[in-house]
């Protein structure tokens, strides 16, 4: 061991002739482990936050949409499905028919983003579905003439949706779309009943509380829009590439048709959970600079209670620089078993935030139902750094200060 290592563990293991040294010192290291423990929990929380929203939006929505820049809608769509869903990269393609609704049960009623569907395609872009009750998507697959035996068409609604208007299972509710029909006493919104064939909970409150899905040819029969579409949804190999494959789906499409992609979509959502994460960093870092601001008053009052010490060393030979670096080396050490208890504690209370998720989050307000905690280890590495970093600037001035003893003024009265 190194001679000022050697005196540096001394020193910070010795008994204290002044008891408030070593209970600053104390307090120096549960600071720097509380500033560490709570970074990297704030930081799994923030990549939690991220990730889930992140998956959750790719699994619910498809990578890219291909849409008609005027008009109603994607008139014809056979031959143009059949062509582009065998295009390089794409994976999978879904028709759909999209149509704002108003879904209603006696007196209660909620708005409602309905999509006709073909469920065999929609469940290989969308894992919406797949939380389905079951036996609801069957009930989904296309017919090959309206029942003529007055069964009601079957609807599938999102949970949260389904009690905002107080239906269950098997009950009729009434869709209300506002593509109405020509009457004597004028146009008037069209109304269709349909039976509740099961609901679905994504655990992402926008879809579970706004969506719902029919047949493909039912929609196309409440918007009075037969073989139309108003978007041909696309899963893609490669997430990050969605821009760059989807301008290759409309090229490929031809001129009056233009994407959508994931990223564009919720550009803003993950800007202001990256800038959330960036602020939180700086905030609660704050703590680990207390904590060294207390690592500079212990070495202070460590570097006056060893005066006579640091005398008697610089008289039998020791130089100044490695006095200077028996006090780097002790505000080193104070530090590196703050910063290994608090990564110890922070990623054994991530982990544990994560594996029995104790934390629940209203899903009106976050999206998401449970608190999510995602540690990283290049979390803990830069977290590391900045509190080592922060804690070796703290002991500059107590170092310099007991490299510049003299000796024979230190001694002189003793």
């Known amino acids: 061991m190194r001679f000022e290592l050697f005196v540096a563990a001394r020193y910070l293991k010795a008994k204290r002739r002044q008891a408030v040294v070593g209970v600053v010192t104390t307090i120096s290291i549960a600071g720097v482990a509380a500033g560490v423990a ?51 990269h794409v994976t999978a393609a879904s028709p759909g028919l999209y149509e704002q609704v108003l879904v209603a049960r006696g007196a209660r009623d909620g708005g409602a983003l309905i999509e006709g569907i073909l469920p065999g395609y929609e469940q290989t872009v969308s894992d919406l579905l797949t939380t389905a009750t079951p036996g609801s998507v069957r009930a ?70 706004q969506m719902g899905f029919l047949r493909l040819a039912d929609a196309q029969r ?86 006579r010490d640091i005398a008697v060393m610089m008289s039998f030979g020791v130089e100044p620089g490695q006095v200077r670096r028996i006090f780097l080396l002790q505000g080193f050490l104070i530090s590196l078993i703050g910063t290994v208890v608090g990564l110890a504690l922070g990623y054994l209370a991530a982990w544990a935030g994560g594996h029995y998720h104790f934390i629940q989050l209203s899903a009106e307000v976050y999206s998401i139902d449970t608190l999510p905690f995602a540690p990283r280890p290049l979390d803990g590495v830069i977290v590391s750094a900045v509190s080592i970093g922060i804690s070796l600037l703290a002991t500059l001035y107590p170092s310099s200060a007991a490299a510049r003893i003299l000796p024979a003024e230190a001694l002189r009265y003793e």
């Open 38 to 88: 709570a970074l990297i929990i704030a930081l799994a929380i923030t990549n939690g936050m991220r990730r889930d929203i992140q998956d959750r939006l790719l699994g619910s929505s498809a990578h890219v949409q291909l849409m008609r820049v005027q008009g109603d809608g994607i008139r014809n769509w056979q031959p143009l499905f059949n062509r582009l869903r065998r295009l390089p």
């Open 140 to 209: 989904l697959e296309p017919q090959p003439a309206p029942a003529a035996n007055g069964e009601l068409p079957p609807i599938v609604l999102g949970q949260d949706l389904a009690e905002t208007v107080g239906a269950t299972v098997g009950d009729s509710v009434m869709v209300i779309s506002p593509q109405g029909e020509m009457t004597p006493l004028g146009i008037f919104p069209k109304v269709v009943r349909f039976r509740l064939a099961g609901t679905f909970h994504s655990g992402f409150y926008q879809y579970d509380a």
């Open 222 to 307: 409440l918007f009075s829009e037969p073989d139309l579409l108003s978007v041909i949804s696309f899963k893609v190999d490669d997430l990050n590439r969605a821009p760059q494959i989807g301008r290759a789906i409309e090229q490929a499409a031809g001129k009056g048709f233009m994407t959508s992609n994931w990223m564009e979509q919720n550009r803003e959502l993950f800007r202001a959970l990256k800038l959330e994460q960036v602020v939180t960093f700086i905030v609660i870092a704050l703590i680990v600079l207390v904590a060294a601001l207390n690592i500079l008053i212990a070495l202070t009052m460590m570097v006056m209670e060893k005066t």
